[in-house]
């Protein structure tokens, strides 16, 4: 009933402006739609057809993409190939960026430098970041084993390769979550920090006891993004794994596996379901983590 | 004035969308003559050379060409993308992993009609693995062969001078390869390789040895394989040989074969015509020489019989687009790259060799000072045509990969596990085409 009043209230000039901001909005909207929302419902459907070429002739399947997929040991390696990236990726790239932040807050000289040189790689390209490690990396005239005097197999070690993926990741990831950080820590106000000194706390308690709780959102928010950012990780295995490499079955992420699907294949229903999965997979990570959150980060 | 300032903005950013959408000249509308065609290639060795031959064929139509460079990867994602549904080049090279589907779907523009009032193009001049890899089931003409390519073996002088290692020569077998290959390595103590090979190295590798010996990667029909017969699997162990003395698995997936060889850490690799062009142009050229490719001397009686000596070739086509808005033109500038005219202006620029038969001799002459006849000496023996089925690539990457041929490349001192991977790649192979 109240919605009703509220409706009949909406005078002519309201209305106007309602259209108006239609207007406004309208670009990101339909963007949306086109670049996002269709896509979307599009992989959905094609993940339950037997696809054809060039996007015609697509035949109903059900779940018999689904099937395939949840009994293909490829999956579920590439699967497990991507949380073992996450796992070298979110912590280092989180705790890393955490220890620059609090000394790059720091009221020193050159700090500004420094956050240049270490938020640097993010704006690389990451397709020429990955060109350039793939060289330090090479056995046999990369820049690691010349300095270091080894003859390690840094890419097709199977057994090292995956780390070797994974410092790659932290080191693009750093400079970003550092940014974070550094807008995080200047939201602190500086009283807390003064009583805990006259308080007679060392800069390492201060550090456990105010820094880490009062930050709490700002890491749950980093945690909870990268997470999800290196569940969809393509870029790096794609340019620095060769396809003959027998250390790629070993780091190709799932993403991956759905360009080989989806792309060099051709099989676009197969490579959808994988896609689908990896989205479901997400959701359920992504769920936990909301459920976890009031436990984890600090309301003050 | 900010008003003004930023309305200005808003227009220029307007302006540079709208631009970019315009951007495509050739498709849109019908029937009209286009001032400009757009040519898609993969190959940047070739785009000088093309491009060349494209701007004599304007001077005569007046229709400009833009020859345009994608690299293999990406050319077949977007000539993928833009059949589904965007927009396509108007003209472009097709290739034997891929042309089946295309045709299947009438993605490319029918050229019959115009090839038979074309008095000058003459189909039975072409070679005829092309030829019929071009041409659909129900004999519709789909692209034109613009070259065909064979194989040799590449090898580095300096190298082979170092180690008091006779060059190779055209009387050798696989098993003089073998030794020569062996007494670098070894005396080298393993810093240089003798030769390098990859697992993707096929038509320009290992798929020689396997027909070499009498196996066959595809049969004639397209419908099935011989890899596991004991023939394939007697090559596939005189590769395995190979790979005892060679660069290891793990050198050559990180640093390819080519690259190896130019930076002179491997004696000797096989090459395919098309690549001439880059180790031409190479610092050290002056030390790489071209030679046939080995033999197998199967019933031997110590010479080299006429089958005894297979490369494989492979030869790309014209293609264009069938939605294209101006057809006559695109056709026009398809006829006058395969015409004779235009195939040995093709050789003699050193692009590539020609698709019409006859018309190659100018091109051993096209790099002076570097002997390729060997490419084409090749001809003299054995020829097959590049393996492929309606959807090569599926079990062309699984072949490479672990499961298949990465095992016993990865550890070549076993024998079983490339016997092994023989059974495999022709499992892999028959239940591919099982599934197109």
Request: aromatic content about 14%; glycine content about 8%.
């Amino acid at each position: 009933m109240k919605q009703k009043t509220l409706r009949k209230k909406r005078t002519k000039a309201q209305k106007r402006e309602m259209i108006w901001a239609l207007c406004f909005i309208a670009p990101t909207i339909i963007g949306l739609i086109v670049l996002n929302f269709y896509p979307v419902i599009n992989t959905l459907w094609q993940s339950f057809c037997k696809t054809g070429d060039f996007g015609k002739g697509n035949t109903f399947i059900g779940f018999e993409n689904y099937g395939k997929v949840f009994a293909s040991s490829e999956v579920w390696h590439s699967l497990w190939n991507t949380i073992k990236y996450a796992l070298i990726e979110v912590p280092f790239g989180v705790v890393i960026a955490l220890i620059l932040a609090v000394f790059l807050n720091k009221k020193l000289k050159g700090t500004s430098l420094f956050r240049t040189i270490f938020f640097l790689p993010m704006v690389c390209a990451p397709a020429a970041v990955a060109m350039v490690w793939k060289w330090l990396y090479n056995q046999q005239f990369g820049l690691l084993n010349n300095v270091f005097g080894t003859n390690v197999a840094w890419i097709s070690d199977p057994k090292i390769a995956w780390i070797s993926i994974g410092i790659i990741g932290v080191w693009s990831v750093i400079g970003y979550n550092m940014v974070l950080f550094i807008s995080g820590l200047q939201e602190i106000p500086g009283d807390y920090y003064e009583a805990a000194e006259i308080d007679g706390a060392t800069g390492i308690r201060q550090f456990f006891h105010i820094t880490v709780p009062l930050l709490s959102p700002t890491t749950f928010f980093i945690v909870q993004t990268r997470i999800i950012g290196a569940l969809t990780i393509f870029d790096l295995m794609f340019m620095v794994m060769d396809k003959t490499n027998l250390a790629l079955q070993n780091t190709q992420s799932i993403v991956y596996l759905f360009y080989d699907y989806a792309f060099t294949q051709g099989n676009k229903g197969y490579g959808a379901t994988i896609v689908i999965f990896l989205v479901i997979f997400i959701m359920i990570v992504t769920f936990i983590l909301q459920r976890a959150e009031k436990k984890l980060v600090y309301h003050p | 004035m900010k008003k003004i300032v930023a309305l200005f903005i808003a227009i220029l950013m307007v302006a540079s969308v709208l631009a970019a959408c315009g951007g495509n000249g050739g498709s849109g509308g019908s029937g009209e003559k286009a001032s400009a065609l757009t040519v898609n290639i993969w190959d940047a060795n070739q785009q000088k050379g093309i491009q060349e031959i494209a701007d004599k064929w304007t001077e005569t139509s007046g229709v400009k060409v833009n020859v345009e460079v994608v690299d293999w990867d990406n050319y077949w994602t977007l000539l993928e993308a833009g059949a589904s549904g965007g927009t396509m080049p108007d003209v472009f090279w097709m290739h034997s992993n891929t042309v089946q589907m295309y045709m299947e779907n009438d993605i490319l523009l029918d050229l019959t009609d115009y090839v038979d009032k074309d008095s000058s193009i003459d189909m039975s001049k072409y070679y005829e693995g092309v030829k019929d890899l071009y041409t659909r089931s129900d004999g519709k003409i789909f692209a034109l062969p613009k070259d065909h390519d064979t194989i040799a073996l590449l090898y580095n002088k300096a190298i082979f001078d170092e180690y008091g290692v006779d060059y190779p020569t055209s009387d050798w077998t696989w098993d003089d390869m073998y030794e020569a290959a062996k007494a670098i390595t070894e005396g080298s103590d393993g810093s240089i390789y003798g030769m390098a090979m990859n697992t993707s190295n096929n038509q320009d590798g290992w798929y020689n040895l396997v027909y070499s010996y009498g196996g066959k990667v595809i049969t004639d029909d397209h419908k099935g394989t011989t890899i596991g017969s004991d023939e394939a699997k007697a090559g596939m162990e005189m590769m395995r040989k190979l790979l005892t003395v060679g660069a290891p698995q793990s050198v050559v997936a990180e640093t390819g074969t080519d690259s190896l060889f130019q930076s002179g850490k491997t004696a000797m690799i096989t090459q395919g015509s098309w690549m001439i062009n880059s180790f031409y142009t190479a610092e050290f050229h002056d030390d790489y020489a071209w030679a046939l490719l080995p033999y197998a001397d199967v019933n031997g009686n110590g010479t080299c019989e006429k089958e005894e000596r297979w490369s494989a070739y492979n030869g790309l086509g014209w293609a264009a687009n069938a939605n294209v808005s101006d057809p006559e033109s695109c056709y026009s500038l398809i006829a006058y790259f395969c015409s004779e005219e235009g195939q040995k202006l093709q050789a003699e620029k050193g692009v590539t060799m020609g698709g019409m038969t006859g018309v190659s001799d100018a091109f051993a002459d096209a790099f002076p000072g570097m002997d390729i006849s060997p490419f084409l000496e090749a001809e003299d023996y054995s020829l097959y045509f590049r393996p492929y089925t309606r959807n090569t690539t599926v079990w062309e990457d699984a072949l490479q990969q672990a499961g298949a041929f990465l095992d016993p490349w990865q550890n070549p001192e076993d024998a079983d596990l490339m016997a092994t991977a023989c059974d495999n790649a022709q499992k892999i192979i028959e239940d591919a085409i099982a599934n197109e």
